[in-house]
């Protein structure tokens, strides 16, 4: 029972040993995740930048245009001549105002893209942060496992030296199979472990004190009297008490 109670420890300390990278991983690619958004965002503010520039040069070139057009004009002998620079003209103020559209939606496409790649540096800044302090919290959680490992491991070997060869060999072979446990406590006739009756005599017998092997599942049958249930108390009748004798009777 103990060795079980102790193997039993440390599976689950070398679980939770195991855990500890893959926790540690998820934290990494949280934080990675994390990165690549602040890079994402950054590039995205430049894209929207070099977009404004060309946006810039577009409404230089139609300003410039004008003003040459307009230029234009004053040497043009006709009225078919005059209405096509003034049609020009009015083509390139219609392009202008576009482009001043577009300018001012590419402005405030970056003033929302700045407060999205503010907010990501922030939160990578907390994350690297709490990375940190999980990193530390981890290999001093993982130092102390491996002492206590180290301590199981002694009280282990301790213990199978105290357990019989034959029965030691049933239980290694049983609680390193799905089952996962090598003994099962008996109770009600039954096995505690897989829930299957036991015959009368071999319920007799470890009653009686004996170490035997469930036909069922393989596991160490044992038995303790001090773990059975007690039946509830039986309340006690009330006394009737004796009756008064009748009036003139003695």
């Known amino acids: 029972m103990r060795l079980q109670t ?3 420890e440390t599976t689950e300390l070398r679980a939770a040993i195991a855990a500890l990278p893959k926790r540690l991983a998820a934290l990494e690619t949280k934080l990675a995740a994390e990165k690549a958004a602040v890079e994402q965002a950054g590039k995205a503010l430049k894209d929207e ?22 230029d234009q004009m004053s040497n043009v002998k006709t009225n078919e001549e005059y209405r096509a620079f003034q ?25 929302q893209l700045e407060q999205k790649r503010k907010a990501a540096e922030n939160d990578l800044k907390d994350s690297i942060r709490a990375v940190e302090i999980e990193k530390e919290d981890a290999r001093a959680e993982s130092a ?20 019989p060869e034959d029965l030691l060999r049933t239980y290694d072979r049983v609680s390193t199979s799905s089952r996962g446990t090598g003994i099962a ?9 897989c829930h299957m009756g036991i015959r009368p005599q071999m319920w007799n017998q470890i009653r009686a004190g004996e170490v035997l092997v469930c036909e069922s599942c393989g ?15 039986v309340a006690e009748k009330p006394k009737r008490g004796r009756k008064a004798p009748a009036a003139g009777v003695e």
Request: glycine share 4%; aromatic share 6%.
């Open 6 to 8: 102790i193997d039993g």
């Open 49 to 70: 930048e070099a977009l404004k520039r060309r946006f810039e040069s577009d409404l230089k070139d139609q300003q410039q245009k004008i003003v040459k057009l307009r």
């Open 144 to 163: 102390e496992q491996k002492k206590k490992l180290e301590e199981l491991t002694r009280r282990r070997a301790k213990e199978r030296a105290l357990v």
């Open 219 to 233: 596991r160490l049958l044992y038995y303790d009297a001090a773990r059975e249930p007690q039946p509830e108390p």
């Open 87 to 111: 049609h020009e003209i009015e083509f390139a103020e219609a392009e202008i105002k576009k482009i001043e559209d577009s300018e001012l939606e590419s402005m405030e496409r970056s003033e």
């Open 185 to 193: 406590y008996a109770q009600g006739q039954r096995c505690v472990g």
